[in-house]
């Protein structure tokens, strides 16, 4: 008892002496793994920064246990892409930090590009509207504004600047990392468009609608979206049409995503006799547990089909 005492009295001591000023560092909640990437490399060692939705979960819908609820507990900011997608995170943050918590949702600020119909499908689109099914439809502006590393740079000004209004002696820090951050990805950036200009086919169809800004800013043509909404089968007529336009289009390869069912991109595979791969939009696992990595190994894939 008496040792414990002490070493309460010494710890009081060392933390008051070494450090007086010390602050709690502010938590900030990010809803997917690729915009928790860059905000956790742009806020060092500044801010506790938590990543929301776990890996290998669909970004379209998520329903969190009590124990992922804790971790977003106290947070001063939380960070989503907006949009209609990521709704989620707003009512996971404000439940467990409060209504103080600032949300800053990125994907509004960076000119947001709207879905094609090719992408949604008329029929598809008018069966998502209905009230109570938000978790799980796409709004008509495009929310996956990541998979553009573009403007994701302008996404790591946009998390400098919130992380500037919430820790002002930080600045000078997150405007450095920032800075290398998007170096990076210029890089990145560079080094797709070249590797795409040497592929013979630039049509896909994919398994939902989150590489729309890829193939806008690389030229390629998305000729169909299996499954626009996320969660929610196509219908029969919706796959007859999906199955025309990979005819009519010479399409050579079809992309299903690990968060998600597979098996309705494998019977249009089999069916128009297509190869099947796998891209990965949301990452934070082995192997895609970087932004840079996660848009490389879809780069690979990619080039693999299309080459
Ligand atoms: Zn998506």
Not at 121 to 143: F, I, K, L, N, V
Not at 156 to 175: I, P, Q, W
Not at 294 to 301: A, N, Q
Request: hydrophobic letters at 40%.
């Amino acid at each position: 008892m008496r040792y414990l005492t002490a070493l309460l009295l010494l710890c009081t001591a060392c933390n008051t002496k070494t450090d007086p000023g010390v602050k709690p560092k502010a938590r900030v909640a990010v809803s997917i793994f690729p915009l928790f990437d860059l905000a956790r490399r742009v806020a060092g060692d500044r801010l506790d920064v938590v990543l929301v939705l776990p890996p290998g979960r669909s970004e379209h819908s998520y329903d969190p246990t009590p124990k992922e609820m804790a971790k977003v507990a106290d947070a001063k900011l939380g960070v989503s892409v907006g949009l209609q997608m990521d709704e989620w995170l707003e009512r996971i943050v404000k439940g467990a930090a409060g209504q103080g918590v600032t949300i800053v949702q990125l994907g509004p600020k960076l000119n947001p590009r709207k879905m094609t119909h090719d992408e949604v499908g008329d029929e598809a689109a008018d069966e998502a509207r209905p009230a109570g099914e938000a978790e799980h439809h796409h709004g008509p502006q495009d929310p996956h504004f990541w998979l553009d590393p573009v403007r994701t740079q302008q996404a790591v000004d946009l998390l400098v600047d919130a992380f500037t209004t919430l820790d002002k002696e930080g600045a000078a820090g997150f405007r450095q990392r920032g800075d290398a951050i998007k170096a990076s990805i210029a890089t990145l950036h560079q080094s797709i468009e070249a590797r795409v200009k040497t592929w013979t086919h630039k049509t896909i169809v994919t398994f939902h609608g989150s590489m729309g800004y890829y193939a806008e800013r690389y030229g390629l043509t998305i000729a169909a979206v299996i499954e626009p909404f996320p969660g929610r089968e196509p219908t029969a007529k919706y796959l007859t049409e999906v199955l025309a336009a990979l005819k009519k289009t010479n399409t050579v390869a079809l992309f299903s995503e690990p968060q998600l069912e597979k098996r309705p991109a494998q019977v249009i595979a089999d069916q128009a006799k297509v190869k099947l791969f796998e891209i990965d939009p949301v990452g934070g696992t082995a192997g895609v547990d970087t932004y840079e990595k996660l848009l490389g190994h879809d780069t690979d894939v990619l080039e693999q089909a299309l080459k």
